[in-house]
Nanobody, 118 residues
Framework: QVQFVESGGGLVQAGGSLRLSCVAS????????MAWYRQAPGKQRELVAS???????NYVDSVKGRFTISRDNAKNTVFLQMNSLKPEDTAVYYC????????????WGQGTQVTVYS
């Protein structure tokens, strides 16, 4: 079972920045699309950003221009740089193999809590 460990969350004032990290239990060279998801209290988990093996990225409209996803396959790590944070970005953030999520066979880690206060 592929596992992911997220870190880097915290409490930050609106307008601030955080950098999230996600380390995979397998080589990310073997994973095509990696993605960050988030789940706010009382809401469904949503896809925030994804990155293909070739480096192509996609973002949900609400974070475009503020968040940047990147990957370092040599370190089996995916990053999410979050700038200009807003209170509505408050959520638990998770990373995963996008194909596994689509296939309904993803194993979810603990995630990392991001709380943005105004």
């Amino acid at each position: 079972q592929v596992q992911f460990v997220e870190s880097g969350g915290g409490l930050v004032q609106a307008g601030g920045s955080l950098r999230l990290s996600c380390v995979a239990s397998v080589s990310t060279f073997s994973i095509n699309a990696m993605a960050w998801y988030r789940q706010a209290p009382g809401k469904q988990r949503e896809l925030v950003a994804s990155i293909s093996s070739g480096g192509s990225t996609n973002y949900v409209d609400s974070v475009k221009g503020r968040f940047t996803i990147s990957r370092d396959n040599a370190k089996n790590t995916v990053f999410l740089q979050m700038n200009s944070l807003k209170p509505e970005d408050t959520a638990v953030y998770y990373c995963n193999d996008r194909s596994r999520v689509r296939g309904g066979v993803a194993y979810w880690g603990q995630g990392t809590q991001v709380t943005v206060y105004s």
